[in-house]
């Protein structure tokens, strides 16, 4: 025992070097694969944890039963929400997190809301969204940078409870637990509500800490494992967040939820399932004029097929994938072009496939864009490569707009459309079988136009707004006191 003991702590010290290396060859773009290189060793390095039953939280169990919050219940304001995330970059995530403060602005039950965010202002473009909230009587405001503990104790008069708790998290976590727990003490929320692992697991530990009457912790994709981000200690946070009866998961999908409770070994029943909402009337498709200028302005000749896509130029997102099933519809489609919104560390790769493979005169890639439904409404077929995905609001976009979709087998994206009606899901993941669902499509017209009709019905009708909305409050526990009756879904309803 004491062998593998040794050996288990050998092959995670090595692991974290090796992982710290490899990152930055990651972010480069230089050399995609080693993304899988860098899944290989932490499944290597979470096993050897797992077995010593380690993960950076060794003795925090103990710590967190003879906790002491710092606040009794009655202290906390009735009907104060705060949300926490990273940052409001543009992504997913961060769109779910903008509706939802503006639904939560104008609930009657809900006495204030604010978003705490971890790096708001650390990295240009991190405040993306920020924009969209100028309106919104929501208060955004980064947590404070205070992390010092001596911070904490005289916040809270001294608690050697909460303070055991906090010295047992890893270092990269304490600091975060700590600024948060600073602001929960301040503002006294009724409920706090973590978005994403990092920013969730320790807006979790703050609000145990403090004595938050209501958390709920929201994942938004499946398994950390898949991505470069998991951290060893995140699933045996969530097993033991979970011992705390505050505590609420939730998932934005049925796959979502499922691997999460597989991987944390807690009950699917666990997590409830909260879909994502979209805007119906904030997304509308553009007059048939501002397309047509805005295809001209990217020089796509009248008349030619256009399949495009919208995400992050990262490995999960499997763009050279997409690279390839493009030259097989260009193959077939010799006037179609290909429009790819975005931007990441992979670009240069894309463009050197993109050549290669003969289709870099008819491949546009313009970056970010304010305006993304005027481009996704310009396209022919919307087209996701994905790995992995929780539910990809580019999905719910395009069906709103009338874009048919194809897409892999990825998560929650399955659950987007309505395969056969508003577009098809390719199980293998192949290029070939890629590009000829997407032949299928623009040999079918009939059947597109059909598609057109049918998908802006199906994303309202499963994906609204006003459901999102209310299910959300229910998750909080005040949805008597909104006037709320809508439960959110569980896993196999």
């Not at 009248?302 to 390839?324: H, M, N, Q, T, Y």
């Not at 481009?375 to 022919?380: C, D, E, T």
Request: glycine fraction near 10%.
């Amino acid at each position: 025992m004491v062998a593998a003991g040794h050996f288990a702590h050998s092959l995670a010290k090595w692991g974290e070097t090796a992982i710290a290396r490899l990152k930055g060859e990651i972010r480069s773009g230089r050399h995609p694969r080693l993304y899988l290189a860098l899944q290989s060793i932490r499944y290597s390095q979470q096993r050897a944890l797992g077995s010593l039953g380690l993960g950076g939280l060794r003795g925090a169990g103990d710590a967190l039963a003879k906790l002491t919050p710092l606040l009794a219940e009655d202290r906390f304001v009735r009907g104060r929400i705060i949300l926490v995330n990273d940052s409001l970059v543009a992504g997913g995530v961060e769109r779910q997190i903008v509706y939802t403060l503006r639904g939560l602005a104008s609930t009657p039950a809900v006495e204030s809301v604010a978003l705490l965010c971890l790096h708001l202002s650390d990295i240009p473009g991190n405040d993306f969204y920020l924009s969209h909230l100028r309106d919104c009587a929501a208060e955004v405001a980064d947590a404070t940078r205070s992390t010092d503990a001596s911070d904490l104790a005289g916040a809270c008069g001294g608690n050697p409870t909460v303070a055991a708790l906090i010295e047992m998290l890893p270092d990269r976590l304490q600091e975060d637990v700590r600024r948060l727990a600073i602001e929960f003490l301040r503002r006294r929320p009724e409920v706090v509500h973590g978005f994403q692992d990092n920013a969730g697991i320790a807006a979790g530990f703050a609000a145990v800490a403090v004595g938050v009457p209501r958390i709920v912790l929201s994942s938004r994709n499946v398994r950390p494992t898949n991505f470069a981000y998991y951290r060893s200690y995140m699933d045996p946070a969530y097993r033991l967040l979970a011992r705390c009866g505050r505590v609420v998961f939730s998932n934005n999908s049925h796959a979502g939820a499922k691997d999460y409770a597989e991987w944390t070994g807690l009950r699917p029943s666990s997590f409830r399932i909260v879909r994502n909402g979209i805007d119906g009337d904030e997304i509308a498709r553009p007059e048939a004029a501002a397309i047509a200028a805005f295809r001209a302005s990217i020089a796509i000749p009248d008349g030619a097929p256009l399949i495009g896509s919208v995400f992050r130029f990262r490995a999960e997102k499997r763009p050279l994938l997409w690279i390839d099933a493009a030259s097989e519809v260009a193959r077939r489609f010799p006037d179609a072009h290909f429009l790819l919104i975005g931007e990441g560390p992979l670009e240069g790769r894309m463009l050197r496939r993109a050549r290669h493979r003969g289709i870099s005169g008819r491949l546009h890639m313009p970056g970010t864009m304010e305006d993304v439904p005027l481009a996704v409404s310009a396209m022919s077929v919307f087209l996701l490569t994905s790995q992995f995905e929780g539910i990809p609001n580019v999905l719910l976009e395009a069906g709103l707009l009338g874009v048919p979709v194809v897409t892999t087998e990825a998560g929650g994206a399955v659950e987007a459309i309505d395969p056969g009606r508003t577009g098809w899901v390719v199980t293998d993941g192949k290029a070939k079988s890629l590009a000829a669902r997407v032949l299928q499509i623009l040999s079918d017209p009939e059947w597109a136009s059909a598609a057109r009709h049918a998908a802006p019905a199906f994303v309202r009708s499963r994906f609204g707004l006003r459901r999102m909305l209310v299910e959300t409050v229910a998750l909080y526990g005040i949805a008597a006191r909104s006037g709320a009756s809508a439960d959110a879904d569980r896993p196999g309803a």
